[in-house]
């Protein structure tokens, strides 16, 4: 601790000669810290003779890296909130990328003079349609032109098979769910590396009609 507590505060224990008072916090998964309430978890404090070493665990500098990034799930352009879509006629979705809702997005964290360095790209996405039905794309999707007409979206589409009428609000509830996959490497030397995945969701809604034939 800076500055050391009096040797009459009762965490010294006691001890009146060599050692310092210092503190520590445990960190959990994705950098919490673990038991933290509303107001975070409180440090411990401890008397040791000597400073104890420090355990570096890189994968966990990586993870609060990542926290760093701020990531979200998919900015979803397609299907529109507002749209009105028809069964049987190709569904085009499409999110429009940004560092923090598809990347690549990169940032670092430091600890004992241990950086490691991460970097995350959204690898897919999987569509929950609300009609029972899921769909995993690779990418972002292609954006729909008027040109395209009736066609298949080539890298992520959907066909309803049935309307949205009969659902809660007129409308089919579903989500895009973002697998992130997070690369990582300590950087000026020792060469360790790893990786692992992220996941992110965003909800949206979709109005779905029967085709209209007019005589």
């Not at 529109?80 to 190709?90: H, I, L, S």
């Not at 690779?138 to 890298?155: E, H, L």
């Amino acid at each position: 601790m800076d500055p050391q507590p009096p040797k009459s505060d009762p965490v010294w224990k006691g001890h009146k000669g060599a050692g310092a008072i210092y503190t520590k916090m445990c960190l959990g998964q994705g950098g919490a810290a673990i038991g933290a309430g509303a107001l975070g978890a409180l440090p411990q404090v401890f008397w040791a003779a000597e400073a104890p070493a420090i355990d570096v665990d890189p994968e966990q500098l990586a993870r609060e890296a990542v926290d760093k990034m701020l990531l979200t799930g998919p900015k979803i352009a397609s299907p529109r909130a507002a749209g009105k879509y028809t069964v049987g006629v190709p569904m085009w979705m499409w999110v429009e990328p940004s560092p923090t809702t598809f990347g690549p997005n990169s940032a670092s964290a430091t600890l004992a003079g241990v950086t490691v360095s991460a970097t995350a790209k959204v690898s897919s996405i999987r569509w929950s349609m609300g009609d029972g039905k899921s769909v995993t794309c690779q990418g972002a999707g292609t954006k729909y032109k008027a040109s395209y007409g009736m066609a298949k979206s080539p890298d992520c589409g959907h066909f309803y098979r049935t309307s949205s009428k009969e659902q809660a609000g007129g409308k089919f509830k579903g989500t895009a769910t973002a697998t992130w996959a997070v690369d990582w490497q300590v950087t000026g030397g020792g060469g360790e590396q790893g990786a692992f995945t992220e996941v992110r969701e965003s909800d949206f809604e979709v109005s779905v009609g029967e085709m209209r034939v007019l005589d």
